[in-house]
């Protein structure tokens, strides 16, 4: 059974950054597409960002462009999400998200396979 454990969620300042980093076991990680998606209280979970299964091709929502960057280790099979310049709107709960297979990165719930348990990111004004 896939587990997918994220941590590196926190407390931060409006302009403080954080990493995010989701680790799989019980599968790796190397075929699979990656997506970083949030839901804050009372809201929809959206996409984030996600990267593809090489690491070749990424894609941002565009309210976190130039802010966020997501990158792969698939040697320790591991994703980070990397986030500069926190604003409070950018407070919700990050989960990881997997799509396996060699398929394009998952931007919508219905294309992911797995999810993590989720880690809370708060940015205070």
């Known amino acids: 059974q896939v587990q997918l454990p994220e941590s590196g969620g926190g407390l931060a300042q409006a302009g403080g950054s954080l990493r995010l980093s989701c680790v799989a076991s019980?599968?790796?990680?190397?075929?699979?597409?990656i997506g970083w998606f949030r839901q804050a209280p009372g809201k929809d979970r959206e996409f984030v960002a996600g990267?593809?299964?090489?690491?070749?091709?990424?894609h941002y929502t565009d309210s976190v462009k130039g802010r966020f960057t997501i990158s792969r280790d698939n040697a320790k099979n591991t994703v980070y999400l990397q986030m500069n310049g926190l604003k409070p709107e950018d407070t919700a709960v990050y989960y990881c998200a997997v799509r396996w297979g060699f398929k394009n990165i998952p931007m919508t719930r219905n294309e992911v396979d797995n999810w993590g348990q989720g880690t809370q990111v708060t940015a205070s004004s």
């Open positions: 990267i593809n299964w090489n690491g070749g091709r990424t």
């Open positions: 019980g599968r790796t990680f190397s075929s699979a597409a």
